[in-house]
């Protein structure tokens, strides 16, 4: 079962999505955010053309690494899930892959994490060959680091802006 | 006065610990304490009484009925949850202040605290230290006091540091150390020794981040590190100083876990953040 949350407010407004979470919107007086960003990535679709998108900040890379119950509770945790939660979504409103913009961003990690426990790392790898697989393109990334990221994806235009902790704001 | 006993001077600031939590972490690092001298503690003290009864029966708690006594609190909640709801009210008067140069917005270092807390005091059970488990509970809770005091500190040298750590390679912790003279786990330890603290809980609140190599091979510690650095990855009411802390495989090589393990945990502390958000509403 899809984990998302759909809004058509009239008013603007800014919608948190929280870690874990998958939310869509078609109205061009809504803003989607995903704060704090650490390891986990935020993933910004938007379709300029039916002017709908979503946005997935999901924590883990693989959902089969861990108890497929859990993925099927909350599928947006996980790369692999949310990403087709996120397709799903887009598909329902008519959204056409040909016009997706996607960003990334988040995938940090903390300072000499090793190979084997660099979740940031894993979850860039993940969502990069997931979306290859699909052939999409990624617009633009904001990865790595070891510092925390806002993703805002702005309904009316479908300007993403990251904002990384103690830096400029970067508009895509 | 020098400029770190300056900073320091500034633990008078803070709101002591009350007596009776004060009692119950020092019970709580005490091999020979029993549960019942804890909850001897807490059902005798009119303030910790009135505070647990008043959380208990808030609408959010959702007990299905009211709650009048703390030994009714215990029968229907349990004495650990009791133990943790004590440490919890006992600690929030500071925690709610909004602490300068961390870039936390206000609560944030509360939410921050509760929710190691929790992740650790779960790993204490899951990794054979349940009869430790509010000890670590109670060390995760305040390992980061010292940001409290350390804050405007920061914020006055933040230029400085932020440079140590983008461009020089440093820790957070280890460009406060190196700039300001003293970094939050040192400081964080001082209002341990000036609260009176028993001596376990004072190492693991100073070597939380584990700089010294020989805190590394101590397992409660881990435990504490381990929550933290699960919290960082997560993104959980982390400031400025967001992921910059040094990552040492062998802490968690020694205690055995797997990249499956690690993994696990994260996905249990993000399921967790949702009950506990109702929680941090009512303490």
Known sequence: ?172 | MTHVDDIISGIDTLRPIPPVAAQIMVLAEDENSSMADIADLIVHDPSITASILKICNAAHFGLSRQVNSVREAIALLGLDEVIELVLLNATAANFRDEPDGYGLGEGELWQHAVISAHTAKILAENHGFASLKHLIFTAALLKDIGKLIMGRFVAFSYEKINILVHSKGYSFSEAEKEVIGINHEELAARVGQKWCFGDQLIYMMRHHHMADESARGNPETALIYLADIICMMIGFATGVDGLAYRFYSEVLDRMKLTEKDLQNAILNTGYRRQKLDKLLNLV
Request: aromatic share 6%; hydrophobic share 40%.
């Open chain 1, 1 to 172: 079962m899809l984990n998302a949350h759909i809004s058509h407010q009239p008013v603007s407004v800014m919608t948190a999505v929280n870690f874990g979470e998958l939310k869509m919107s078609h109205n061009p007086a809504e803003t989607l955010v995903a704060f704090s960003i650490g390891s986990g990535i935020g993933v910004s679709i938007y379709d300029p053309i039916t002017r709908c998108g979503g946005l997935l900040n999901f924590v883990l890379p693989d959902s089969s690494m861990l108890s497929p119950s859990k993925a099927h509770i909350q599928p947006s945790m996980f790369a692999d899930t949310g990403l087709a939660a996120l397709f799903d979504a887009l598909s329902d409103f008519g959204a056409q892959r040909e016009n997706f913009k996607v960003v990334l961003a988040g995938g940090a990690q903390i300072i000499d994490q090793t190979a084997e426990f660099n979740i940031g790392h894993k979850n860039h790898q993940a969502i990069t060959s997931l979306l290859k697989a699909e052939d999409l393109t990624i617009q633009h990334a904001d990865i790595g680091g070891i510092f925390l990221r806002t993703l805002r994806l702005d309904m009316s235009n479908g300007d993403t802006v990251i904002q990384t902790s103690g830096q400029k704001e970067v508009t895509v």
